[in-house]
């Protein structure tokens, strides 16, 4: 049986200042037998919908790669009772929206009595050749009440959650003993996309070749970090893959497409096998992105000898990186773990004298994250579309082996910038609801609660 305590942690902004968080905490933590399921499903519109991502409405042409939602279902055991348990499902769309999240866990408790639906939780690969949830959205840049045989947005939240359900449940229902194992690669995929320059502004994008141009605002990540997960004969059912990047390098195409993405699935499964499972997370990557800032016609020169595309090139580095990792891993798999999920509430403050987006967030009273212990790693979601710092803050403090970083997960609640990137202004460090000192909360409520794991 599984016991839920309420527990309040405080955290103070200042000597005055007090957030709260409501954490489900189990009381139970021991080590259990690891039990996985899998499954993936089609979450492609079936008629053209608005594109989400650029500031002008792109109704789509037709179908370049399909979208798809994967679904990893996690569970520890002791005999036949049930220890610790998560459904993550990774989705290639833009960013989730709690109405959707909401909606879902729902559908979920009727359909898996025996999950905790709390413990479910989605996370966006955000490209930006997908669809929108909520119609409206956006100032009504979006608005497509007018365009015959275009599907509304809300009408592809409906699907949207019925298919996202059935991957829930295939993945649970599928769920058999296995194993896992932990990796860490390294790839340049991801870059800091702002410019800043010598009057103190900066750009996101900006231009890079003139005199003006003091250099790269910030940090970039080049770690690719990998959980293998192998069946009891010792054989790779899937691969979760973490990286410091959004899932946009052909962001601005006419045609439903999931992006880079779906061409590391193709490579990883020519190169592997046809029945992997590919799950992927961006880590915090806020400030950063796959598009070169500089050296671009030398980067293009040597992509163009290889005879691939900018897409093809991010795939075949990612894969690369697991390549190279897979025989290592396949030297300390474990199929009796420590497993434990926290589901946290926080009320984040909302930056003083901070500019709405001119696009819809949902409120950060509160925001919902969750916290995982799964061996030697952690594992911590947020909805913000976080700066690098951050995320460096918690890898560095955080006492697991590996931090597992989740951005754009659970709902929607905008960038989230940092001190220096408020000061240079620029698109994404000047309209936010939560500002640096907001961040700074979220890095220490999630650091207490993984400390928290590990003592």
């Known amino acids: 049986m599984r016991l839920l305590n309420l527990v309040f942690i405080f955290c103070a902004l200042s000597a005055t200042t007090v957030i709260p968080i409501q954490a489900n905490q189990q009381a139970q933590s021991n080590d259990g037998l690891l ?19 650029q500031l002008h409405k792109r109704i789509s042409r037709g179908v370049m790669d399909p979208l798809t939602a994967t679904a990893l279902a996690l569970e520890t055991r002791k005999a036949d009772d049930s220890i610790e348990q998560a459904i993550m499902v990774s989705c290639d769309v ?10 879902l866990k729902k559908v979920i408790k009727s359909r898996i009595p025996d999950f905790d639906s709390e413990k479910l939780f989605l996370n966006a690969t955000h490209t930006h050749t997908a669809p929108g949830f909520i119609d409206g959205a956006f100032k009504g840049l979006y608005d497509v009440s007018k365009d015959e045989g ?14 996202a359900a059935k991957a829930a449940v295939e993945a649970w229902k599928a769920r058999k003993p296995g194993a896992m194992s932990w990796g860490l690669g390294h790839a340049v ?50 691969v979760l ?30 190169r592997i096998s046809e029945d992997i499972f590919v799950f992927p997370q961006t880590a915090a990557a806020g400030d950063l992105s796959p598009h070169l800032m500089f050296r671009k016609r030398a980067e293009d020169a040597m992509r163009d000898l290889r005879g691939l595309s900018r897409r093809q090139e991010i795939a075949r580095r990612i894969a690369d990186a697991v390549e190279d990792i897979l025989p290592l891993a396949k030297k ?11 589901v946290a509430r926080l009320n984040m403050p909302e930056h003083e004298g901070g ?6 967030t ?33 890898k560095a403090r955080s006492p697991a082996a590996l931090t597992f970083l989740v951005q754009t997960a659970c709902q929607q609640s905008g960038y989230l910038p940092t001190a220096k990137a408020v000061k240079g202004g620029g698109y994404s460090a000047d309209k936010f609801i939560v500002g640096p000192e907001g961040g700074q909360v979220l890095v220490n409520q999630t650091i207490r609660l993984i400390n928290e794991m590990w003592n």
């Open 35 to 53: 039990h996985i399921g899998w499954a993936q499903v089609d979450i492609t519109p079936q008629k053209p919908v608005a594109l989400i991502g």
């Open 94 to 103: 833009i960013y989730i929206r709690k109405a959707v999240s909401d909606r």
């Open 150 to 163: 275009v599907m509304k947005a809300s009408e592809y939240a409906d699907y949207f959650i019925e298919h």
């Open 189 to 238: 995929v991801g870059m800091n996309r702002r410019s800043t320059y010598f009057d103190g502004s900066a750009a996101m994008y900006g231009g890079t070749n003139i005199d003006t141009f003091a250099g790269i605002e910030g940090y970039e990540d080049h770690g690719v970090e990998m959980i293998f997960f192998w069946n009891p004969d010792r054989k790779l059912t899937g």
């Open 241 to 270: 893959v973490n990286i410091a990047c959004t899932s946009q390098e052909t962001e601005n195409l006419n045609e439903i497409s999931a992006d880079f993405w779906h061409d590391v699935r193709i490579e990883l499964r020519k």
């Open 332 to 342: 300390y798999v474990d199929s009796k773990v420590r497993f434990e999920h926290r």
């Open 355 to 360: 500019v709405l987006p001119f696009y819809n």
């Open 362 to 394: 949902d409120p950060v009273t509160p925001i919902e994250f969750h916290v995982l212990r799964l061996g030697d790693i952690a594992i911590a979601t947020n909805p913000f579309e976080l700066y690098l710092d951050y995320g460096i803050r918690m």
